[in-house]
């Protein structure tokens, strides 16, 4: 069997259920569970395989669900087969999870199940269709509503301790991508490449970006290597973002080394954005003298305007501030967010470069332009860039509302004598949605 588990921010995991009848599936109910940050849990039951069509599995739970419950635990599955001897009775649905605490007690049990004959739609009339559809069509509107109703309940009145979410992990797909971090997906993809062909590291490099688009997936192989293999061999280095926050992130260091590195020193899996075969290997890779001592005076700008927008933006980063969610082994000297002050250069990134220099105008503007919001968030809108796509709209209606006022104006007084200033008030109101835009085109 396949399970999907999706929660509300637009996460999925996928699990593949054996169940008993599989010896494989066996063993893997049967051996010791193992919890994320590495706690041992009792060893899981294996329920007993039936012949009636009933379908059992446990495994173990590694999904962020629910505010109200962690990352630990596992899941108990019991289901019967709707096709299973269909012609001697009707096929109905009967399934029933249960999630188990780390310290194995259950935490919760759901069940799903019929409670009328099964209906095939290649019988069902027109005019049961539209009573069905007009029956059902609302659900899908209620239930986020819904969700934040009981979420309410069991955070004000049961005072339910609340688990932040994590991020996933590798096995679980993660979150849509904005349409900045799609911008900037596309720019890191082309560098990522330009990386492997011109390294000396004669190696393939397999990478996995966040989403599920047809272009998810694709292998790099350098310039050099004499031959090309046919597949994608285990000794190559992988690289996987596990989720879009990692466009979001590395754009925001100076040093793309340094943003690998630090994940790989002080984030556990709940902060880390990106999964990688050899962590050494890819600092080798994005961290090679040909990309950090590049000289900025030989990229070319557009125009002064574009000199000036990408200075801005070097401006708009700042040092990071690093939070450890891990130990750190003694001798590692880590900054903690204390209070230091950085020496070094704030250069435009090695990404930045590698775009202007690269990449055609308007791949360009889009870069620079989500980048810069990106950056100015973390001045203006304590790092969401929303809040400021919010301000941009308010901004906007307020320009619509000031055209519609003066055009009432300039009808009511079309025959006055200030008809002139009045039709320069509704052209300018007219254009000033069009002012605004270009404004911003200019940051």
Same mark, same amino acid.
């Given at each position: 069997?396949?399970?999907?588990?999706?929660?509300?921010?637009?996460?999925?995991?996928?699990?593949?259920?054996?169940?008993?009848?599989?010896?494989?599936?066996?063993?893997?109910?049967?051996?010791?569970?193992?919890?994320?940050?590495?706690?041992?849990?009792?060893?899981?039951?294996?329920?007993?395989?039936?012949?009636?069509?009933?379908?059992?599995?446990?495994?173990?739970?590694?999904?962020?669900?629910?505010?109200?419950?962690?990352?630990?635990?596992?899941?108990?599955?019991?289901?019967?087969?709707?096709?299973?001897?269909?012609?001697?009775?009707?096929?109905?649905?009967?399934?029933?999870?249960?999630?188990?605490?780390?310290?194995?007690?259950?935490?919760?049990?759901?069940?799903?199940?019929?409670?009328?004959?099964? !209906?095939?739609?290649?019988?069902?009339?027109?005019?049961?269709?539209?009573?069905?559809?007009?029956?059902?069509?609302?659900?899908?509107?209620?239930?986020?509503?819904? !969700?934040?109703?009981?979420?309410?309940?069991?955070?004000?009145?049961?005072?339910?301790?609340?688990?932040?979410?994590?991020?996933?992990?590798?096995?679980?797909?993660?979150?849509?991508? %904005?349409?900045?971090?799609?911008?900037?997906?596309?720019?890191?993809?082309?560098?990522?490449?330009?990386?492997?062909?011109?390294?000396?590291?004669?190696?393939?490099?397999?990478?996995?970006?966040?989403?599920?688009?047809?272009?998810?997936?694709?292998?790099?192989?350098?310039?050099?290597?004499?031959?090309?293999?046919?597949?994608?061999?285990?000794?190559?280095?992988?690289?996987?973002?596990?989720?879009?926050?990692?466009?979001?992130?590395?754009?925001?260091?100076?040093? !793309?080394?340094?943003?690998?590195?630090?994940?790989?020193?002080?984030?556990?899996?709940?902060?880390?954005?990106?999964?990688?075969?050899?962590?050494?290997?890819?600092?080798?890779?994005?961290?090679?003298?040909?990309?950090?001592?590049?000289?900025?005076?030989?990229?070319?700008?557009?125009?002064?305007?574009?000199?000036?927008?990408?200075?801005?933006?070097?401006?708009?980063?700042?040092?990071?501030?690093?939070? %450890?969610?891990?130990?750190?082994?003694?001798?590692?000297?880590?900054?903690?967010?204390?209070?230091?002050?950085?020496?070094?250069?704030?250069?435009?990134?090695?990404?930045?470069?590698?775009?202007?220099?690269? $990449?055609?105008?308007?791949?360009?503007?889009?870069?620079?332009?989500?980048?810069?919001?990106?950056?100015?968030?973390?001045?203006?809108?304590?790092?969401?860039?929303?809040?400021?796509?919010?301000?941009?709209?308010?901004?906007?209606?307020?320009? $619509?509302?000031?055209?519609?006022?003066?055009?009432?104006?300039?009808?009511?007084?079309?025959?006055?004598? $200030?008809?002139?200033?009045?039709?320069?008030?509704?052209?300018?109101?007219?254009?000033?949605?069009?002012?605004?835009?270009?404004?911003?085109?200019?940051?």
């Amino acid at each position: 069997m396949v399970l999907e588990v999706n929660n509300t921010f637009d996460e999925r995991r996928m699990y593949l259920l054996k169940g008993t009848s599989d010896p494989e599936a066996e063993s893997f109910v049967v051996q010791q569970a193992v919890t994320i940050d590495g706690t041992s849990m009792k060893p899981l039951e294996p329920p007993e395989p039936s012949n009636t069509g009933r379908f059992t599995d446990a495994w173990v739970k590694d999904f962020h669900v629910s505010p109200f419950s962690s990352r630990k635990g596992s899941y108990a599955l019991s289901a019967y087969d709707p096709f299973f001897l269909s012609q001697s009775r009707p096929r109905t649905i009967n399934n029933t999870i249960t999630l188990s605490s780390s310290k194995d007690h259950p935490k919760l049990v759901a069940r799903i199940f019929s409670t009328g004959p099964a !209906i095939d739609p290649s019988e069902m009339s027109l005019w049961f269709k539209i009573r069905f559809i007009a029956s059902w069509w609302w659900v899908g509107f209620v239930t986020f509503p819904r !969700i934040v109703r009981e979420a309410g309940k069991l955070f004000f009145r049961r005072k339910l301790h609340v688990w932040y979410r994590p991020e996933v992990l590798k096995d679980s797909i993660g979150r849509t991508e %904005t349409v900045r971090e799609q911008t900037i997906e596309v720019c890191f993809r082309k560098f990522l490449k330009e990386r492997v062909e011109q390294s000396s590291m004669q190696m393939p490099l397999k990478y996995i970006a966040a989403g599920t688009d047809s272009k998810r997936e694709e292998i790099f192989y350098p310039k050099l290597a004499t031959t090309v293999p046919e597949k994608f061999t285990p000794d190559g280095l992988q690289f996987k973002v596990l989720t879009p926050l990692f466009y979001s992130s590395i754009v925001r260091f100076a040093h !793309i080394a340094e943003f690998i590195h630090s994940e790989e020193l002080l984030c556990d899996d709940k902060k880390r954005t990106f999964w990688t075969s050899d962590a050494q290997k890819l600092l080798q890779l994005l961290g090679e003298k040909q990309i950090l001592g590049l000289d900025t005076t030989n990229l070319s700008y557009s125009n002064w305007m574009s000199r000036i927008q990408w200075a801005t933006l070097r401006h708009l980063r700042r040092s990071p501030r690093y939070s %450890t969610t891990k130990e750190v082994p003694q001798g590692k000297n880590v900054l903690r967010g204390s209070a230091y002050h950085d020496i070094r250069s704030f250069r435009l990134s090695a990404l930045d470069q590698f775009v202007l220099s690269s $990449c055609n105008h308007s791949q360009m503007e889009e870069y620079r332009i989500a980048v810069s919001t990106l950056l100015l968030s973390d001045y203006v809108a304590f790092g969401v860039p929303e809040l400021i796509d919010a301000f941009d709209l308010c901004i906007r209606l307020l320009l $619509c509302y000031v055209f519609v006022d003066t055009a009432v104006d300039w009808v009511r007084t079309l025959f006055s004598r $200030c008809i002139f200033m009045t039709f320069s008030g509704v052209i300018l109101s007219c254009n000033a949605v069009h002012v605004w835009w270009l404004f911003k085109r200019m940051l």
